[in-house]
């Protein structure tokens, strides 16, 4: 309360840098207002002209403070502080999950599996950033070498459907290429959507193994919207694996709670 009166009309602000898309959360210490634009080739400008527009969007001028994060948060010179995307993801999959003790994030180019406390307090984590294998991207190249857009893939049923179909590529270009190869011989749509799960989810239970993941996952980044992803997930990992409708937000509503804190 005592925050509540000290903080009036105050504003903070989460910023999430992704290499897909820019994230912004707004927190009046009460309700976030999240908004997402997709990354252009200037994401300074862009991040800048986005801020100004959700700001004024909510009638203000300015940010008490501005807390940055995800994989361009060194480039934004407006922000007050830059924060490491694994701390703050965390913090955004806690308050959006309390009840998570792993956190899986699958954006544009990343996966990471983070390991949480019961205060949301980052265990242990791992990253990997070095291969598109298992991410976004990866879904986006074979969503395209099927003529779908990514968010289209997920209103597709995967369905092997008794055929047998895998992917087998550790690497993206080679797998589009049997992608290619599969949609040429005949195999079903959905066989290889299926086959395509798999193989992600895979990737990412192998990586997530590694911190020893505890349930109940919470997955976040924008894959955590592909439901059969998320269900293939949970057979891989052998646990539960939960979302939230704003699970892509996770970044940047972790930035923004940092940010309160701060500011207060
Ligand atoms: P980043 O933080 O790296 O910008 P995000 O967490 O924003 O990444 O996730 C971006 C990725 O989410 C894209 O690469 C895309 O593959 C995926 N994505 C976006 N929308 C959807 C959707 N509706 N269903 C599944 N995946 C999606």
Known sequence: ETDRWFMKDKIVVGIDAGSSAIKISLYDGETFENSLSPSSWNPKEQAAGLLETVLAGQGHTQAAYIVGTGYGRLNLPFVTKAMTEITCHARG???????????????????KAIRVDDCGKVQDFIMNDKCAAGTGRFLQVMANALGLDVADIGSIEADAGGQVCTINSMCTVFAESEVIGLVNRGVS??????????SIANRVAVMAAAIQPLAPVAFTGGVAQNRALRLQLEARLGLPVITSAQAIFAGSIGAALYAWDAAR
């Open 93 to 111: 999959a806690g308050y959006l999950l309390p009840e998570a003790r792993t956190v899986i994030d699958i954006g544009g180019q990343d996966a």
């Open 189 to 198: 749509r959905e066989a290889i959507i299926a086959a395509l799960y798999t």
